[in-house]
C-alpha cells in the first residue's frame, strides 16, 4: 500500500514553501513520525515527518518550490527489504542468543519517543525549563512530564504512551522542533530496576555493595562528566547509593567554594590588596537567557533599527476620572464584580481616537499601509517570565465594565504563564503602563508590527494654571510613541489631544464625541 506526503498547512498567510533539504533518501527505511525532509517557507522552516513506516519514494527534489498540498513523496507500507535480509541471519544464530535477540526487539518495539511538538509557524526552537517527572519515574499515559517554554508561551509536554521514563534533554536545554526530548519503556519501574540487578557486577556482589553505588543516574552523569568530577568523590543519597541528579549539582557547588576558599587563600598569601580594601563578598550570578527574553530583546533592537520612531508627550489631568471612580466603584463592583480602573478609561479613550486618526492604528505590509476598522488594543504585562502583550479583541464594541473583565482575565492568565499564542497574536495599538511601578515619564518602544504605543506614568499631584490661578491637581504625564513613516506629526499630536480631552472629561467617552 502506497501512501503519499503531502505539504501541511504550516501558516494561514503562506501558500507555498521550498523543499531546502532530503534527510532520507529515496529508498531509505523511515519509521512513523521519523523526520525526512525540511520544508522553508518565507517566514520560518519546518520539518516533514513521515506518517507511517515504510520504504521511501521521492517525488520532489531539492529547491523544488512546493504550493500547500502538493506532493512530496510515497512511502510504500509493509515488510521493509532489510528486515528481510537479516531473517536468515537471525536464524542461523544460537537459540540462546536468537532468544535474547527476541526478547530485545520485543523491548525496543516498547519503546516511544517523545519529541518537541510544533507549537506554532514561527517558532521553531523551545527551551525545556522544568522535568515534572524524572528519569525512571513510571508515566501514564497523558501525564504531564514537562514544561517547555517558547519565546511566546509555556507549554506543557504530556507522556505519549505509559511506562518508564527515561530522559534525554536537560532542564534549560534550547531544542528545535522535532527534536527528542525522552523515551518512554512500556512496563513498570520494578521491571526496570530487575533488569538492571539481573546486569548487576559479579564484583558488587562479592564486595557485599549494591550494583548501583556510586553509580550516577544519567543526568548525573552528564553533569558530573562537565564539571570534570570523579563520580567516587561524590555523596550519594539515591536508592542503593545511587547518585542523583541533585548529588551532582551538590557536588558542583561544594567544588566551586572549595575554589573559592582556595582562590581567597592564594590571595591573602600574595598580599593582595584589592581583597583588602573591598572587604565584602564579591560574587558574580550568571544565568542563561530564556527564550521570551532573548525573542524580546531582538525584537525591540528590530524595532529601534527598522522604524522612524519618535515620541511626543502631554499631561493629562486625572481629577475628574478620580472622582467618578470614587463616587461609583463600589457600586461598579457590586454590579459587575470587577473593579473599575484607569485601563477601561484608556482603552476606551483610544478607541475612540483611533476613529478619528486610522492612521495610528495602520501598519506597514511590504509597499502597502494596512488600516483597520477595528480596534485590537494590545495590553502590556509584566509577568513573571517576561514582558507579554496579550491582546484585547474588538475593544471599540466593548463596554467599560467588559473591559475590565478582559484585562483581569489575561493578567491572571500572563501571571499563571497559561496564555496561547493566538491571545498574543495581532493587535493594531499597544498600552503599557509603567505608572504602577513609580515611572514618571518615558519613552515606550513600539510594539511591531504595529505604529504606535501609549505610555502611561504615575499620577502626581502638580500646580498647574487654571483660570488664571495656580491650583493643585492630581497629573499623569502620557507618552505617544510613532512610526513616522505611517504617522505624520499632525496625527499623532491630533490623536494625543484628543485622548487627553476623552480623559479629562470623561462623559464624552459616553456621548461618543
Known amino acids: 500500500m502506497s501512501l503519499e506526503i503531502k505539504v501541511p498547512a504550516v501558516g494561514e498567510s503562506i501558500t507555498e514553501v521550498i523543499l531546502a533539504k532530503w534527510i532520507k533518501k529515496d529508498g531509505d527505511q523511515v519509521e512513523m513520525d521519523e ?45 521493509t527489504g532489510n528486515a528481510e535480509s537479516e531473517k536468515p541471519k537471525a536464524e542461523s544464530t544460537e537459540p540462546g542468543e536468537k532468544a535474547q535477540s527476541s526478547s530485545e526487539n520485543k523491548s525496543e518495539a516498547k519503546e516511544t519517543t517523545i519529541k518537541v511538538p510544533a507549537v506554532g509557524e514561527s517558532i521553531t526552537e523551545v527551551t525545556l525549563t522544568k522535568w515534572l517527572k524524572q528519569n525512571g519515574d513510571s508515566v501514564e499515559l497523558d501525564e504531564v512530564i514537562a514544561e517547555l517554554e517558547s519565546d ?23 531544542l528545535e522542533i522535532g527534536a527528542t526530548v525522552a523515551t518512554i519503556t512500556g512496563g513498570s519501574k520494578v521491571e526496570s530496576q530487575k533488569s538492571k540487578v539481573e546486569s548487576a557486577p559479579a564484583q558488587a556482589e562479592k564486595s557485599g555493595t549494591s550494583y548501583a553505588d556510586k553509580s550516577p543516574s544519567p543526568a548525573a552523569a552528564k553533569i558530573l562528566a562537565e564539571k570534570g568530577i570523579d563520580a567516587k568523590d561524590v555523596k550519594s543519597t539515591g536508592v542503593d547509593g545511587r547518585i542523583t541528579k541533585e548529588d551532582a549539582m551538590n557536588a558542583q557547588k561544594v567544588q566551586s567554594s572549595k575554589s573559592k576558599v582556595e582562590s581567597s587563600t ?17 560574587d558574580e550570578r550568571r544565568e542563561k537567557m530564556t527564550s521570551l527574553r532573548k525573542t524580546i530583546a531582538k525584537r525591540l533592537v528590530t524595532v529601534k533599527n527598522e522604524t522612524a520612531m519618535l515620541t511626543t508627550f502631554n499631561e493629562v489631568n486625572m481629577a475628574p476620572i478620580m472622582e467618578l471612580r470614587k463616587k461609583y466603584k463600589d457600586s461598579f463592583k457590586e454590579k459587575h464584580g470587577v473593579g473599575l480602573g484607569f485601563m477601561s478609561f484608556f482603552t476606551k479613550a483610544i478607541t475612540e481616537a483611533l476613529k478619528d486618526f486610522p492612521a495610528v492604528g495602520a501598519r506597514i505590509d511590504g509597499e502597502e499601509i494596512v488600516y483597520s476598522n477595528f480596534a485590537d488594543i494590545s495590553i502590556a504585562v509584566s509577568a513573571p517570565k517576561g514582558l507579554v502583550v496579550p491582546v484585547i479583541r474588538n475593544a471599540e464594541s466593548m463596554t467599560m465594565a467588559e473591559i475590565e473583565k478582559e484585562v483581569v482575565r489575561l493578567a491572571v492568565r500572563a501571571r499563571d504563564g497559561k496564555l496561547g499564542i493566538d491571545e498574543m497574536t495581532g493587535g493594531n495599538f499597544t498600552i503599557t503602563n509603567g505608572g504602577i511601578f ?63 480631552q476623552l480623559l479629562e472629561d470623561p462623559a464624552r467617552l459616553l456621548l461618543g464625541i
Open 438 to 500: 513609580g515611572s514618571m515619564l518615558s519613552t515606550p518602544i513600539i510594539n511591531a508590527p504595529q505604529s504606535a504605543i501609549l505610555g502611561m506614568h504615575n499620577i502626581v499631584e502638580r500646580p498647574v494654571a487654571e483660570n488664571g490661578q495656580v491650583v493643585i491637581r492630581p497629573i499623569m504625564y502620557v507618552a505617544l510613541s510613532y512610526d513616522h513613516r505611517v504617522i505624520d506629526g499632525r496625527e499623532s499630536v491630533g490623536f494625543l489631544v484628543k485622548v487627553k
Open 35 to 79: 523526520v525526512i525532509a525540511e520544508l522553508e517557507s518565507d517566514k520560518a522552516t519546518f520539518e516533514l515527518t513521515a506518517a507511517s513506516a515504510g520504504t521511501l519514494k521521492l517525488v520532489a527534489k531539492e529547491g523544488d518550490t512546493l504550493e500547500i498540498g502538493a506532493v512530496v513523496c510515497k512511502i510504500e507500507e509493509g515488510e
Open 266 to 282: 592564594v590571595s591573602k598569601t600574595e598580599g593582595s590588596t584589592s581583597a583588602a580594601s573591598t572587604g565584602g563578598i564579591r
Open 152 to 174: 511566546k508561551a509555556t507549554f506543557e509536554l504530556p507522556a505519549e504512551a505509559a511506562g518508564v521514563l527515561n530522559t534525554v534533554a536537560n532542564e534549560g536545554d534550547t
